[in-house]
């Protein structure tokens, strides 16, 4: 079992992803509300079996009882192992109770829950790994807590690596009890350095019908991106979370390669799909919406191409962009740190940049007047 304490440096993993038989019918509230002084119980109840353990709420798991009332391990259960609880719950829990979990005069340092919620900090802030090794992080902590002692970037690696396995293995096996289909959404993305990735999300309803959804992965797609390719690696990773025999329909764009790819994949699976497949390929509505607006904008096709040739002729360089600055600061409006350009694949973004245009309409005419540049209509 992996430990903070000791010499093992690795995070404690086991209490993440051990699942514990369901034991509703164990279960008691407990008669003295008096006796519970911590918030933290708001979140367990007493074994009705067994008068040394307390059962977490959220998820049926079995947490012993400490004598003498310490609630530290219950803590670090909610805000950092219970799999039922996601990062959000998380933050709202901290928010409204975190001032009596962690009041003054009855608080004792726990460098399991520490380190447990800066791996959940580091996660939902997304900061870089080496913001640990800051030379003004250890003394700022230690400035709250001086029995702080810090990690490194690799056991920040680690421990973020524990968490999200855990997760997926909380996910696997919520998928493997499903009863129900479930349904995906997928799209492809290119880097700044030209490579593919395809992120693909599973959605369901759960026993308690409530709505799921999850990334199931986030992965490097091979060139060219056939549909081929498209199908074969969205076939992996169904075979990967073993969701043989669960798939219902997947939707994607209205592209000639997701057609293709959706075709390949009603060839393997047709026979463990409900209605041999036929209803597979759920056409994107958003992307569906954007061709029709796009279809629609062309009326204005020329308007549109002007002023993004000139906003783009001004925000390529700082000395424009400056020039534009000042003409906006004669008339009292606020300077711009960069322009905004539309993209082609989402519609609002062209209303958004034609906004911004009319905004500075007065300016632009300025700066085209005191240029050799055309300028939009006006």
């Known amino acids: 079992m992996l430990s903070f304490s000791g010499n093992q440096p690795g995070l404690d ?3 993440i992803v051990e699942e514990s038989e369901s034991r509703n019918e164990t279960i008691e509230t407990r008669s003295t509300r008096s006796k519970k002084k911590s918030l933290v119980w708001d979140h367990f109840l007493e074994d009705k079996d067994d008068e040394k353990k307390v059962i977490c709420k959220h998820c049926g798991a079995s947490l012993s009882r400490v004598k003498g009332g310490g609630t530290s391990h219950m803590r670090r259960h909610i805000l950092i192992s219970c799999k039922s609880i996601n990062n959000e719950d998380r933050a709202n829990i901290l928010a409204t109770q975190g001032d009596n ?10 460098p399991d829950l520490t380190r447990g919620l800066l791996t959940l900090y580091f ?79 599973a959605h369901w309803i759960d026993k308690g019908f409530h709505f799921q959804k999850r990334i199931l992965a986030f992965k490097k797609i091979p060139y060219p991106h056939t549909g081929e390719a498209v199908a074969d690696l969205v076939e992996k990773i169904w075979n990967d979370w073993k969701l043989d025999g669960k798939i219902f329909a997947i939707t994607l764009d209205n592209s000639s390669v997701n057609d293709l790819a959706v075709r390949y994949l009603e060839s ?32 204005i096709h020329k308007a549109l191409e002007k002023i993004r040739e000139l906003l783009r002729h001004i925000g390529s360089s700082g000395s424009r962009l400056q020039v534009l600055n000042s003409i906006l600061d004669e008339l009292n409006l606020p300077s711009k740190r960069g322009l905004t350009l539309d993209c082609p694949t989402r519609w609002n973004s062209t209303l958004v940049m034609i906004n911004e245009a009319l905004v500075l309409k007065v300016a632009l005419k300025r700066y085209v007047n005191a240029s050799t540049m055309e300028g939009p209509s006006p």
């Open 101 to 110: 979990w962690f009041d003054p005069s009855n608080f004792k340092f726990d």
């Open 268 to 299: 393997r699976l047709s026979e463990k799909m409900f209605f041999g497949a036929s209803h597979m390929h759920m056409r994107c509505s958003a992307h569906i919406l954007n061709l029709i607006a796009q279809e629609g904008m062309k009326i």
């Open 123 to 201: 996660i939902d802030a997304e900061v870089p790994f080496s913001a640990i090794e800051s030379r003004f992080w250890e003394p700022a902590m230690r400035s709250l807590r001086p029995e702080y002692r810090s990690v490194g970037r690799q056991t920040v690696r680690e421990d973020c690596v524990a968490i999200f396995k855990a997760g997926c293995s909380v996910a696997m096996a919520e998928l493997e009890e499903l009863d129900s289909r479930v349904s995906f959404t997928s799209d492809i993305w290119t880097s700044s350095a030209n490579l593919g990735y395809l992120c693909l999300t």
């Open 13 to 15: 993993v086991d209490a």
